[in-house]
């Protein structure tokens, strides 16, 4: 295996992994709207209705509200993924922690 086909099966793992968060997000957006509100205040309660755990919706309303790139919006996106990776790890840690 070449450094292209790592790289290239590296992107697809961690795209695979962003995609399997953002299902779980999609899955359960009323309890993560209230996080997303508090990243982005400058999202209405209107545009958190309508993106409704659309990713994309999500990017759209970002870079309408934030004047932002695509590319940006994106970025922020996957921070806050990440962000969230680390509150659940967190959280389980905890709960096993104290026998949950």
Known sequence: MNIGQILLADFHTKEKQSRMNWDQIEGKW???RGQ???QWGNLTDNDLEQINGKRDELLGRLQQRYGMAREDAQKK???WLKTLDRTSQTDTSHQTAKGY
């Open 30 to 32: 009323k309890q993560f």
């Open 36 to 38: 997303a509100k508090q």
């Open 77 to 79: 996106v996957d921070e």
